[in-house]
């Protein structure tokens, strides 16, 4: 399973603790990059805490100027 990559998964997180942008189908996620959790979930920091990021589709991009 996933907890036997995640480790090799987090040296390689170009994104670590930067702020990135998650764009879904229906809505964008501002955040910290927080790595990702014994499931595979991106794991990001926002306002309102912790959000894992379970969807589909999603394009994690480095955000140049925050939105807040």
């Given at each position: 399973?996933?907890?036997?990559?995640?480790?090799?998964?987090?040296?390689?997180?170009?994104?670590?603790?930067?702020?990135?942008?998650?764009?879904?189908e229906?809505?964008?996620?501002?955040?910290?990059?927080?790595?990702?959790?014994?499931?595979?979930?991106?794991?990001?920091?926002?306002?309102a805490?912790?959000?894992?990021?379970?969807?589909g589709?999603v394009?994690?991009?480095?955000l140049?100027?925050?939105?807040?």
């Amino acid at each position: 399973g996933f907890p036997a990559l995640r480790s090799a998964w987090e040296q390689r997180n170009a994104f670590a603790d930067l702020p990135v942008a998650i764009r879904g189908e229906s809505s964008t996620l501002y955040g910290t990059c927080a790595g990702v959790d014994d499931d595979g979930a991106l794991l990001l920091r926002t306002g309102a805490g912790v959000q894992r990021v379970l969807a589909g589709d999603v394009s994690l991009r480095p955000l140049m100027d925050s939105p807040r």
